[in-house]
């Protein structure tokens, strides 16, 4: 089982930059496929990025491709979202997700999913002033 905490919501200015983090609790950590998620009101919660347990090329929504980066630390157990470019449309509440999927592979349709993950932190909020 593993604890998910996120950090680093905030608000910014349009054009602007932030970085969130999710700490996880858990000794495989490195097992564990990981999402970002976001979920602005009156909207469903919808898929931002993911990384493989095994590491390689994050998968990214398309309204965020080219602006955010995600990555992971499993010494530190932290996945991050590096944010840039901002807009008024990113404003949500970000949620980090986690499943354990070691050693199997999910495809890009499945990693993008919010049903696949079984752990999820509380979110952090994330405003950004026009």
């Known amino acids: 089982q593993v604890q998910l905490v996120e950090s680093g919501g905030g608000l910014v200015q349009a054009g602007g930059s932030l970085r969130l983090s999710c700490a996880a609790s858990?000794?495989?950590?490195?097992?564990?496929?990981m999402g970002w998620f976001r979920q602005a009101p009156g909207k469903e919660r919808e898929f931002v990025a993911a990384i493989r347990w095994s590491g390689g090329s994050p998968v990214y929504a398309d309204s965020v491709k080219g602006r955010f980066t995600m990555s992971r630390d499993n010494s530190k157990k932290t996945v991050y979202l590096q944010m840039n470019s901002l807009k008024p449309e990113d404003a949500a509440v970000y949620y980090c997700a986690a499943d354990y999927y070691f050693p199997k592979y999910r495809s890009r349709d499945e990693i993008g999913n919010r049903q696949k993950y079984d752990y999820w932190g509380q979110g952090t909020q994330v405003t950004v002033s026009s």
């Open positions: 858990g000794r495989t950590f490195s097992n564990y496929d």
